[in-house]
């Protein structure tokens, strides 16, 4: 595998579930980030971490919980969503120095029914 | 807070024709990414600027810092360069996630 991978890249879930979604980079990056993208919206930065520690919570709700267990591997685990959580999750990575390229993977697309 | 804007939103043009997407950018950011959509949603970074101009095979980034302005311009559009760009600024901090425009939906009709 090469470059940045997500799973699973669709999702469908309840407003009770639990699920996680997952970020692999093979890039030898050591940032990576969480982005969310709704319909009709911008993307926006949910999530950044840093040498695997978080470094920016974007306002997001705690029903969305990251975790990034190394620097290779990002999760973001997902509880009691609403509907209006629906939309395309994009994992990217990037190194640490500034003005670097964020490669993205192919995203996950969640519903939450 | 940063922000960054982004015109034309639509864009309907003829194959062959010359593509101008323009960005502005707040006080805050210090460069600017370049990004294409595809349908399915998959994003590929096409340019990161700083300053100056930037060319890959048809595509020229260009910025202006004083006027905080960037343009991405595509010569002898294709089909194929239909997507959605998207230019998003940073802070040029490290670790640092981006300020996203709103995106620009090209059609290249053949």
């Known amino acids: 595998e090469t470059g940045v991978t997500q799973t699973p890249r669709h999702l469908v879930m309840g407003m009770t579930n639990k699920k996680s979604l997952k970020c692999e980079q093979h890039?030898?990056?050591?940032?990576m980030y969480w982005y969310k993208q709704s319909a009709k919206k911008p993307l926006e930065l949910m999530f950044v971490?840093?040498?695997?520690?978080?470094?920016e919570n974007n306002s997001v709700p705690s029903r969305f919980s990251p975790e990034c267990p190394n620097s290779s591997h990002l999760f973001l685990h997902l509880h009691t969503l609403q509907p209006e959580d629906s939309a395309l999750y994009l994992c990217?990575?990037?190194?640490?120095?500034?003005?670097?390229?964020?490669?993205f993977g192919p995203g996950t697309r969640l519903t939450v029914l | 807070k940063n922000e960054v804007e982004q015109s034309p939103q639509n864009l309907t043009a003829q194959e062959g024709e010359f593509i101008t997407i323009n960005c502005s950018y707040s006080?805050?950011?210090?460069?600017l990414h370049w990004l294409q959509q595809h349908p399915g949603g998959g994003i590929v970074s096409l340019f990161m600027?700083?300053?100056g101009k930037k060319k890959h095979g048809r595509l020229i980034a260009t910025i202006n810092i004083q006027e905080k302005h960037s343009s991405l311009h595509i010569t002898a559009s294709h089909p194929r360069d239909s997507a959605v760009y998207i230019c998003?600024?940073?802070?040029?901090?490290?670790?640092?996630?981006?300020?996203f425009g709103k995106g620009t939906h090209l059609i290249i009709q053949p």
């Open positions: 990217a990575s990037s190194q640490l120095d500034p003005y670097n390229e964020q490669f």
């Open positions: 890039l030898g990056h050591n940032a």
């Open positions: 971490y840093s040498l695997e520690e978080r470094v």
């Open positions: 006080v805050g950011i210090s460069a």
């Open positions: 600027l700083s300053s």
């Open positions: 998003a600024g940073t802070s040029g901090g490290g670790a640092d996630g981006l300020t």
